[in-house]
């Protein structure tokens, strides 16, 4: 049986990273890994930096409605399919992760009678994941409430397969012991004393205009003994600066456009406020850190979906975009940074997350093409 594994997904880190997770996690059994992706996502350049083979497929997504390019769609279509065809014959496998490149991925893999196994990350599936779990003979979900089944296949609740250092870290956070080490050699590279309440605020790579306000008017009533980490978002740093120089708490807020070593400031948080995107939510319950979601406020509302399970869990809090103001982030946010109910919310979190999902999708991949 061949050994060569395709991969295919894209568009965003959503897509990406629990792509690169798996794969890797696929290439260290002795498999030989190819992805598929278009030139225009994220994965033209990470994917090619983790050292995978990358084939780009032309972008072909569907027309949701008439308009002049849906009258390209079928040539764009024809050739999407042919490309991915001609890469994934021979193939053991077909390994999706959403995004535009995976729906002619999904049709060339039936077409060609190979193995298809799909990973939806979202609460809420996606269009081509929608349309590959038709035919699927396995789909791995990030979250139970996903109203998504394979209709020939299995459907495993597997959780996201997660970034090796966030892995690392979460293992290190399983013990009491290797959760204070990763916390003190961590505060030590970030310049944070250890033995303050740190409060971590991040809007993801691009930074959430609304998160950075309403943290800004609040700058004043910084409690005693907190210290905050305050990722801005790439250009936004400046007004935070400033907003937090006048308030006198410059000392305490530790401010970043972005920060590289993410795991560094997740192992120093006690309390995070962020957006909840799936692979934020994932990444939340496998350190068992207790969260505030503020869900971006456009979409199709997956982000409030992804957070449900961590909500009612007890891990997290959810406060919707509109209602973040200075008001909110010192009666809700400071109050809870300085409770002893973080305790039960991080042991909430620690119960929900799942830290082995690469290792144990990867083992499910292997089951299918086995079959």
């Known amino acids: ?39 225009e ?31 390209h769609f079928p040539g764009k279509w024809r050739r999407a399919l042919a490309e991915c065809e001609k890469v994934i014959e021979g193939a053991a496998c077909v390994v999706g992760f959403g995004g535009y490149v995976s729906t002619p991925a999904y049709r060339a893999a039936q077409r060609l009678g190979v193995p298809l196994v799909i990973h939806e990350q979202n609460a809420r599936p996606g269009l081509a994941n929608r349309f590959g779990a038709r035919f ?24 996201l397969p997660l970034r090796p250092a966030i892995r690392d870290l979460a293992l290190a956070r399983r013990t009491p012991e290797g959760a204070y080490r990763a916390r003190v050699a961590a505060a030590e590279r970030l310049g944070l004393d250890p033995n303050c309440r740190i409060l971590l605020v991040t809007g993801g790579s691009l930074g959430a205009l609304s998160l950075n306000e309403a943290m800004c008017a609040a700058a004043k009533a910084l409690p005693e003994g907190v210290a905050v980490v305050h990722l801005t978002g790439r250009g936004k740093d400046a007004p935070v600066r400033a907003a937090v120089d006048a308030a006198g708490v410059a000392d305490r807020w530790l401010i970043r456009e972005y920060l590289q070593t993410m795991e560094d400031a997740l192992a120093v948080a006690d309390l995070v406020v962020c957006r909840s995107g799936a692979g934020t939510v994932a990444e939340m319950t496998a350190l ?13 509302g997956e982000q409030r979906l992804n957070a449900h399970d961590h909500v009612v869990s007890g891990g ?56």
């Open 288 to 300: 068992g850190v207790p969260c505030i979601y503020v869900p971006l406020p456009i979409g199709n």
């Open 1 to 39: 049986m061949s050994s060569r594994i395709v991969v295919a997904g894209g568009g965003t880190a959503g897509h990406v990273n629990p792509l690169l997770a798996t794969a890797g996690e696929l290439r260290a059994r002795g498999y030989q890994l190819q992805a598929l992706g278009t030139k």
């Open 136 to 159: 699927a003979q396995l789909l791995g979900l990030t979250f139970a409430n996903t109203p998504l089944v394979a209709r020939r296949g299995r459907t495993e609740l597997v959780g």
């Open 316 to 371: 997290a809090l959810l406060i919707p975009d509109a209602h973040l103001d200075a008001d909110v982030v010192k009666t809700q946010v400071f109050s809870l940074v300085l409770s002893s109910q973080l305790d039960d919310m991080a042991q909430a979190s620690h119960d929900l997350g799942r830290v082995d999902a690469a290792s144990d999708f990867a083992t499910l991949i292997e089951e299918v093409m086995g079959q």
């Open 41 to 71: 996502g994220l994965e033209a350049d990470l994917v090619k930096a983790a050292g995978f083979s990358f084939t780009v497929i032309e972008k072909a997504p569907f027309p949701r409605r008439p308009s002049v390019s849906a009258l």
